[in-house]
């Protein structure tokens, strides 16, 4: 019944190949996803500093002064999340001798954390108008 005929099946050294690529294709994948991951993770990150950002200049003129000079602090758990807003006159005063009592500032803000073993770091520069004595 049994003759020395070839028995039907998967040999040692196919089934080593099979798992290999099998291996291989997992751990590529599993990279894949760790990458995409972390980037959904920075991405959150950005988007807190960009909120922090934007709440700063929304308190220009009614928490933070409009004057020259500059204020710093931190916000946040996790990362902590540092900010530097400064303020300075914009070109020459006789510039803008039309403005009449009105005064133009150079904002610059600037939201600085740790993440991923070094510092990331997001900054806006805009103008603001303020009166002589702050808006």
Known sequence: MFGGGRQA????????????????????????????????????EYSKATSLLDARLAALGSEIPVESGSQSGSEGEGPEYRWQITLSPYGEVDQFQALGELELFQVDVEVTW???????????STLRLASGEGL
Not at 12 to 23: C, H, T, W, Y
Not at 29 to 34: D, M, P, V, Y
């Open 9 to 44: 099946g998967f040999s040692l050294l196919e089934i080593l190949v099979a798992f290999s690529i099998l291996a291989l294709s997992l751990g590529v994948l599993l990279n894949i996803f760790s990458t995409a991951m972390r980037g959904v993770g920075l991405g959150e």
């Open 114 to 124: 740790e993440a991923g073993g070094g510092q990331r770091r997001i900054a806006v």
